[in-house]
């Protein structure tokens, strides 16, 4: 158990919804990550917050977005669902802002149908 | 563009072996890499780093070499056994928008026979 969680495990909608991810780092963590993984892409970086700002931005759509609360935990919020959005969603936490070990949650698997 | 990746998709060893699976990378300015672990259903597990000042480090079972001069990166696993079973991924430091971010590759799928 690596202290990040996340919710829901899984999540099942439809074209053209809104889902919300939730993450919550290991205690003591001030970064959080979001990773998208996919068969065919692999781990895809989408976005870092520290400490409540953004602090860098990966292969992101601008239909994604995210932000850290003053309790760090961290949400992702998916809008116009696309049947290639199915993919398992990763949250990772780190303690400081660059350069160390992140530690990941168990994901959530989202399918579009 | 840069990238990290691995050389082969799938390993299979036999239980008892040692597992070496190779990763390539090719941003010089790199300085810090992890190796990850994933099991099926699972997420990433962190098992272990190296930075670029060091050429070897070991862990339990588990040895990382770094060659910089050819860019190379390998994790060695000593006698294998069936719950080393997974996708492994390195990752490397890799800068995106003035900070440090890491940067995975696509992973080698390991599996032990008994």
């Known amino acids: 158990d690596s202290g990040v969680t996340q919710t829901p495990k899984h999540l099942i909608t439809a074209t053209g919804q809104r889902v919300t991810l939730r993450c919550s780092p290991r205690?003591?963590?001030?970064?959080v990550y979001w990773y998208q993984q996919s068969l065919d892409q692999g781990l895809q970086f989408l976005i870092q917050y520290y400490n409540g700002e953004e602090r860098a931005k990966g292969n992101i759509l601008e239909r994604f977005s995210a932000q850290q609360f003053p309790d760090l935990h961290s949400e992702l919020n998916l809008s116009s669902l696309e049947l290639g959005d199915s993919a398992l969603y990763f949250c990772?936490?780190?303690?400081?802002?660059?350069?160390?070990?992140?530690?990941f949650g168990p994901g959530t698997r989202l399918l579009v149908l | 563009g840069e990238s990290v990746g691995l050389h082969l998709p799938t390993l299979s060893v036999q239980e008892g072996d040692n597992s070496i699976i190779n990763c390539a990378y090719s941003n010089s300015a790199s300085d810090y890499f992890i190796w990850y672990k994933q099991e099926s259903g699972k997420g990433p597990q962190f098992i272990i780093d190296i930075r670029s000042n060091m050429d070897k480090r070991q862990g339990q079972r588990v040895t990382v070499l770094l060659n910089k001069t050819v860019k190379h990166l390998s994790l060695q696993i000593a006698a294998t056994q069936p719950g080393d079973s997974a996708v492994y991924f390195c990752?490397?430091?890799?800068?995106?928008?003035?900070?440090?971010?890491?940067?995975f590759g696509k992973g080698t799928k390991l599996t032990v026979n008994p």
């Open positions: 205690s003591g963590d001030l970064s």
């Open positions: 990772a936490s780190s303690e400081g802002v660059d350069g160390e070990t992140q530690y």
């Open positions: 990752a490397e430091t890799s800068v995106w928008g003035g900070s440090e971010k890491l940067v």
